[in-house]
């Protein structure tokens, strides 16, 4: 069974004026996820920050995620890096902390071989329990895990069950689909490509959008898996300027402005990353007020 169908945030992880964890705000942020229908909760990911937090910084957030969802949805936990060791310790502690599942992004900066990150890959899943799922974002990494790697490690590794996909490549899911016999659970990682990648025989989407509209990114899931694939192709279009504007700055620069402007207090960035450029505030704005949220 998939870890979960349908749409799971990448809930953003806000921050104080000081730069601290804003575990107040965070609470709230998951009420509002659970409360608006989130299908799962992956927290520190690429837009929670994860990369700017120190590793007692990491494992506390997810803690804290834990124990606020109380199981109501599965919690995936971010627990990448490009140094296998750290990955497999960040891991092991999130499966103590009670995490329903993990996301491993392909190792950065290394950029590893096929060879490479298959045992990546596997060290890390043998040294827990629960499930895992890759994630592909080479945009971001530089490193690219192929249809072939991918389904060798869902058939040989028991717990690798799937991947996020965000390669943008829609040739490369549909081979990656077509090799996979069943075996590999994907997920969307790009908003503006849920419903391709739902005809490919996908479970749903780790999704960016989710953090400003978790009930309409939800539908897109709900509706394509009720039959209703005109409606759900209807909501993906009505929401590709909103993605569009919460990607016209490196994720997540406008997803945080965007929380900021709805009222939800994502607050502060951490360097390197900075505030948004106030020339792409207005695009942000126009954007969430057409869609219906500000």
Known sequence: MAVFTGAGVAIVTPFQENGDVDYGKFAELVEFQVKNGTDAIIVCGTTGEASTLTHEEHLDVIKFCVEKVAGRV????????????????????????????VLLVTPYYNKATQKGLYGHF?????????????YNVPGRTGCNILPETVVKLCTEVENIVGVKEASGNISQVAKLMALADGKVDLYSGNDDQIVPLLSLGGKGVISVLSNVAPKETHEICAKFFAGDVAGSCALQLK???LCSALFCEVNPIPVKKALNLMG???????????????????????ALKDFGLV
């Open 74 to 101: 599965p919690v995936v936990a971010g627990t990448g890096s490009n140094c296998t060791q750290t990955a497999v310790y960040l891991s092991k502690e999130a499966e103590k902390a009670g995490a329903d599942a």
């Open 264 to 286: 939800m207090g994502a607050g502060t960035l951490r360097m390197p990353l900075s505030d948004m450029d106030e020339a792409n505030v207005p695009k942000l704005e126009k």
């Open 239 to 241: 929401a590709l300027d």
């Open 122 to 134: 596997k060290t890390i899943a043998d040294s827990i329990r629960i499930p895992v799922i890759l």
